[in-house]
């Protein structure tokens, strides 16, 4: 099983919309720019898509479209979790008919299972599906997490060969660096301690904010372990920024102010960013030679 293709900067894609309905420009204008300054992969169907919003249908087109874009051989990864084992499995069997690469799956939410639960569910989807999966750990969104020993246990099923680690937590990172093969795949899913993680043995980014700074991510990727962190300090407030109301809600903004996206808009209940911190986002991506 090839994983080296995962241990890169790989974007969480928005879903661009306009008037409600998906647009495949403006997506193909992300997707394009997003190449050409040197992203490595995609996850399609992530929270940053807007996922709990998005119809099957509208998830297979838009997976067939980016696949059309960037050819059989660039990773896309599909976002499959869920707080259903048997939807999880239905979906991750879906991710592998239509080619994905990997299925990225969600710590269960709301159900709140315990840690035997939980080392149960993606055991089950490993077992189940013919594809390689990514866990993904988000507490700030799901309110369980996966456990140290539940993340070393799932570490050595066959066909679960990494992590999103999306806590920001440095030293719980490092912790699976050392309790974990070295070839279990490590990927931040926490953009403002992205150059930290690295430096404790991470091997890439599932990241929002390289939408609007896709070469400093991939750049950072290759040589964040030799210390790129003070250059990324700068751009602290501008990724902290992109969080200041949830995800996508500013960075769908972000993009609109790049031109790359004809619309801000999202699907409720989620709602397009408030004026005041818009103006706010604007000014700081102009300080900082995002926007010419």
């Known amino acids: ?126 077992e189940n599906v013919e594809l390689p999966i990514l866990l993904y750990n988000v507490p700030g969104r799901t309110i369980t997490s996966l456990s140290m020993d539940s993340i070393i246990e799932l570490s050595k099923v066959k066909n679960i060969i990494g992590i999103k680690e999306a806590s920001g937590n440095i030293a719980f990172a490092q912790e699976i660096y050392a309790k974990c093969s070295k070839d279990f795949i490590l990927l931040s899913g926490d953009d403002g301690t992205y150059v930290d993680f690295l430096g404790v043995g991470g091997t ?21 372990r030799n210390n790129d962190s003070i250059e990324f300090s700068k751009y602290k407030n501008l990724i902290d920024l992109l969080f200041i109301e949830a995800n996508p809600i500013p960075v769908k903004k972000a993009l609109q102010f790049l031109g790359i996206i004809k619309s801000a808009e999202l699907r409720l209940p989620l709602i397009e960013l408030e004026s005041a911190l818009g103006a706010k986002l604007k000014t700081e991506m102009m300080r900082m030679s995002i926007i010419k």
Not at 211 to 217: A, D, Q, T, V
């Open 1 to 126: 099983m090839q994983t080296e293709i995962f241990k890169t900067t790989i974007t969480a894609l928005i879903t661009p919309f306009l008037n409600q309905k998906v647009d495949y420009e403006s997506l193909e204008n992300l997707v394009k720019h997003q190449i050409l300054n040197g992203v490595g992969g995609f996850v399609i169907n992530g929270t940053t898509a807007e996922s709990p919003t998005l119809e099957q249908e509208e998830v297979v087109q838009i997976f067939n479209f980016v696949r059309s874009l960037v050819g059989k051989d660039f990773p896309l990864v599909l976002g499959t979790g869920s707080n259903s084992t048997l939807k999880t499995i239905k979906d991750s069997k879906l991710a592998k008919e239509l080619g994905a690469d990997a299925a990225l799956v969600v710590v269960p939410y709301y159900n709140k299972p315990p840690q035997r639960g939980l080392v149960k569910h993606f055991t089950a989807v490993a």
């Open 204 to 224: 890439g980014v599932i990241s929002v904010a390289s939408h609007i700074m896709p070469l400093h991510f991939a750049n950072w990727t290759k040589n964040g």
